[in-house]
């Protein structure tokens, strides 16, 4: 995949969650998820990928406002 066929991909993607709102954008990627593991088809390959996007981001905060864990 080239670089302008991700940026085009990405835009697509970023259009496709504005259309169905913010509520349900988070069943969307939920879903896209789930189908972008089964089409990578390797554990290894998913796994690495899941510590990657989460890698340097903080973590939840609880309702509640209690930073405490």
Partial sequence: MT???LDNLYTELCHT???IGEQR???FL???A???MGAIGDA???QRLL????ADLA?????DGDSRQ
Avoid: H, Q
Wanted: charged share 10%; hydrophobic share 65%.
């Fill in 17 to 19: 969650m504005g259309g």
């Fill in 3 to 5: 670089d302008i066929e």
């Fill in 44 to 46: 290894a390959t998913v």
């Fill in 30 to 32: 939920a879903r896209f």
């Fill in 51 to 54: 510590g990657v996007a989460a």
């Fill in 25 to 27: 954008a988070p069943l």
């Fill in 34 to 36: 789930l189908l972008a």
């Fill in 59 to 63: 973590p939840a905060i609880p309702a």
